[in-house]
């Protein structure tokens, strides 16, 4: 094998492709532009406004972005005095690492045995259950729970970080966030766990080749999910955590300069890895396509729910902490029981 | 039940022991939410145990300074306070002045301060609206309330030759005449507000993130609104039919038909359907005003007569504007008091202005509405959680640099 070809067999290998080139570290870090770029950019059609523009007036300002990202990673990081100063630019740092990890174990597409760049890894990363390989970092078979443990930490991060920070303004954001944690995570988990009893499953890949999208077949669990997804990655109107007007910015108000970067990615990293499970459950993954194309198209989808979410900020306010915590548990939590019996159900009599 | 449950937990030796959260948050001045004052928050959990307001961060002593100018420089410095809302603060001393020096005022300058007056109300209602929206989270109602507002600001910048702070009341009369390019702006703008008041209730008075923000959250009763002294669309959305317009009717309101809008929930959603409501009436009331506004003077003949006649052709006759006459520069009132009172953007505002004879005033009182709800927000944000402070505070539509004046 000649240096090209041994650099294009690493390169292109799933753990590093996945996790470092596309959609890992390079796509997101872009992807993170773009989504800003586009929320403000939708924001300000709705409000009459015009949005960044002037950075660059013929790609519609997307360089302002660039631009603040650069000022914000050359700007200086304020350390307060009574911090540890550590814990204090550790925290964002394990908070994002948290949010991205799960990225790592999410089948993104399928390998086919030939035709496919990616067909030499066929049998390094050969499912049994659908009988193809799987474009992921890593293929657990119990990847739907994994990514879900794996995501469910990033609150934890999410208190340590206001805690070290000791401002009053932070404190009080953590427990909100600790409060909604709790509540989100039980409907994220019962409507993934849904989908799992009704595809009788729980590899993603195996969900997603069945042939039958989950928003058809549990649109119920579907809703839970997106709905879990908007409050796990504080998106409007679950914005309650981070509620400018009330506490400043939550958690992150100590922040400054490249950590207040990190600070705000975690939210939106944990958001796109939330619509990659929710392209890949319920809006059938990379379904016709397999090989690169299916990664493309899986991930396409992924950013579409992506920039729904973040268009949320345009049409709603948010809700206080109460409402959001009874709204969960007294409608969100029956209907998650409903999209149980109703995967049990489908699951029974569909889908074998 | 609570105390069985806590036993059975005991015996079980699975006892909770529930810590008070208690502590202070210190609001502001330099806080997204706070506007310009602090807001001292003690609170228990979510609960707010007390709030203290503490106000005066913008106190420009506005008062005192009254002392030391003459009566005409003053109405600029007493529109400052509440530079959104200038025409009415403008309007209520410049009465208060026409009282003391005894002067009448032409039919269409009376007429001309109602259109000012409510083409101002209007923004200053958007503005609140929009403070409401974004306090709430909801920055599409930050942006449209900004940006209609910029379309009755237009107008008065048409009318006035100043965007927010007009001058435009002098005792006597008003300043500029009303010409039609300005009425065929003002329809125009009638238009599109009544269009967009629909696009409004969408969005914003159905959305049901405002509704549960809104709903049920300080609620002020009839009784506590009275006995609190709130006053404006706050009183009204009590159940209280107060509104100096019917009450004490000033400049051409004996004239104008318009309704006042009632609610009796006296929560913050029912303050901000009165101003909503508000809004809509003051549209009415600008269509009767282009119909009904009779032709004639914009100044008193006392004062008119002053003007030079070189002056008077080339500016009155020309460009319909009124150039101040001699008398103006610091003319000397004879003694008296004067108490005047108009229904502002927030609500009753009013003066109380003492001369001694000299060019200057003896005494000049304002108050403010806004410096009545800090008695208000403070009731009502005991008890109430903690995201509710900002809900209060908007759906109140205070103004600090008011309140402090």
Known sequence: ????????????????????????????????????????????????????????????????LVADAVKFVFSEIIIPNEVNPTLYALAPVLMVIASFLPIAVIPLSVIPPSGSVFSIYFKDFYDPDINAGVIAGLFVNYNLLLVLAIESVYPIFVVLLAWSTNNRFAVVGAVRETYLSVS???????????????????????????GIPGIVANPLAAFLFFVAMLMGSSRFPFDISEAETELVIGPYTEYSGFLFVLTMAGSYVGNFIYAL???????????????FPGL????????????????????????????????????????????????????????? | ????????????????????????????????????????????????????????????????????????????????????????????????????????????????????????????????????GIFLGHSTAFMWGFGDREVWVHILEML??????????????????????????????????????????????????????????????KEKAIEWGAVGPNLRASGVYYDVRKIE????????????PVYKEGDGYARTMVRFEEVEQSLRMLEQIIKEIPEGNILSDRFFKQIPPTRLKKWWEGYRRIVLPGYYASFRPPKGEAVTRVEAARGELLYY???????????????????????????????????????????????????DR
């Open chain 2, 353 to 403: 202005l003492v001369s001694d004879g000299s060019a200057k005033p003896y005494r000049l009182r304002m108050v403010t509405p806004s410096y009545r709800l800090i008695n208000v927000m403070r009731n009502l944000a005991k008890g109430s959680r903690f995201a509710d402070l900002v809900s209060i505070y908007g759906s109140l539509d205070y103004f600090p640099p008011e309140a």
């Open chain 1, 277 to 291: 499970v929710f392209a890949d459950v319920f809006l059938w993954g990379w379904y016709p396509l397999s090989g």
């Open chain 1, 184 to 210: 989100y995570d039980v409907i994220l988990l019962m409507s993934t766990l849904a989908m799992a009893l009704e595809y009788h499953t729980l590899d993603i890949a195996k969900i997603v080749s069945y």
């Open chain 2, 160 to 221: 006035t030759g100043a965007r927010v702070t007009n001058s435009y009341i002098i005792p006597g009369g008003v300043r500029r005449d009303l010409t039609p390019a300005i009425i065929e702006e003002t329809k125009k703008a009638i238009t599109y507000m009544r269009k967009k008041l629909e696009d409004w209730k969408k969005i914003f008075l159905y959305n049901p993130t405002i509704r549960a923000r809104l709903e049920n959250v300080g609620v002020m009763t």
């Open chain 1, 296 to 352: 493309v198209l899986t991930v396409l989808k992924a950013v579409i729910v992506l920039f729904f979410a973040t268009f949320m900020r345009s049409v709603y306010a948010r809700y206080r902490v109460d409402q959001a915590l009874r709204g969960s548990w007294k409608y969100l939590l029956p209907l998650a029981f409903a999209s149980l019996i109703l995967g049990m159900v489908v699951g029974y009599v569909w889908i074998r």
């Open chain 2, 249 to 260: 009717p000033y400049a051409a309101y004996p004239k104008l038909d318009f309704e006042i």
């Open chain 1, 1 to 64: 094998m000649d240096i090209l070809g041994l650099l294009r067999f690493y390169i292109l290998y799933p753990s590093f492709f996945v996790t470092v080139i596309f959609p890992g570290l390079v796509f997101t870090l872009l992807l993170l532009l773009v989504t800003i770029w586009f929320e403000r950019k939708a924001a300000a059609r709705v409000q009459m406004r015009i949005g960044p523009y002037y950075a660059s007036k013929r790609l519609g300002g997307i360089l302002q």
């Open chain 2, 1 to 132: 039940m609570t105390n069985r449950l806590e036993d059975v937990l005991e015996n079980s030796g699975m006892a909770v022991d529930i810590v008070p959260v208690e502590g202070e948050l210190n609001v502001g001045p330099q806080h997204p939410g706070s506007g310009h004052m602090r807001i001292l928050v003690k609170l228990n959990g979510d609960i707010i145990e007390d709030v203290d307001l503490d106000v005066g961060y913008v106190h420009r002593a506005v008062e005192k300074l009254g002392e030391n100018r003459n009566y005409m420089h003053l109405i600029p410095l007493v529109e400052r306070p509440a530079i959104l809302d200038s025409i009415h603060m403008n309007l209520g001393y410049v009465m208060a002045v026409e009282k003391i020096i005894n002067v009448d005022v032409p039919e269409r300058a009376q007429y001309l301060r109602s259109f000012a007056a409510e083409v101002n109300r209007i923004a200053s209602h958007l503005y609140g609206l929009g403070i409401l």
